[in-house]
């Protein structure tokens, strides 16, 4: 298990900006895909944006592109989801999350290896 602490959620009105933040071992941010997933109550969960371990590969669920960004900074070991554009359906659980072995590519707003850890989620409110 790989430790990831996600912050940076709270609440926010429609049309409103968010950047979720999740820290991570130094090896995990330079060697591993990455990526962020939500789930709402009584909803399946949602894989909405993941990154490749050389941050040269995107992916966004549609749900998202266009709104959302996903960056890191290895130097601050630390991944980033800029959220834009804010609506009620946005609200969920965020997590942080890492895939299962290193150097996968990214497909379909995750990565292509399965997530094996992740942390502890930071909840997302956006009302109307």
């Known amino acids: 298990q790989v430790q990831l602490v996600e912050s940076g959620g709270g609440s926010v009105q429609a049309g409103g900006s968010l950047t979720l933040s999740c820290a991570a071992p130094?090896?995990?941010?330079?060697?591993?895909?990455m990526g962020w997933f939500r789930q709402a109550p009584g909803k399946e969960r949602e894989d909405i944006a993941a990154?490749?371990?050389?941050?040269?590969?995107?992916t966004y669920a549609g749900s998202v592109k266009g709104r959302f960004t996903i960056s890191k900074v290895n130097a601050k070991n630390t991944l980033y989801l800029q959220m834009n554009s804010l609506k009620p359906e946005d609200t969920a659980m965020y997590y942080c999350?890492?895939?299962?072995?290193?150097?996968?590519?990214?497909?379909?707003?995750?990565?292509?290896?399965?997530?094996?850890?992740w942390g502890q989620g930071t909840q997302v409110t956006v009302s109307s």
């Open positions: 130094s090896h995990t941010v330079n060697n591993y895909c």
């Open positions: 999350a890492v895939a299962g072995s290193p150097f996968s590519s990214v497909l379909r707003g995750s990565c292509t290896a399965p997530y094996a850890s």
């Open positions: 990154l490749n371990s050389a941050g040269s590969g995107t």
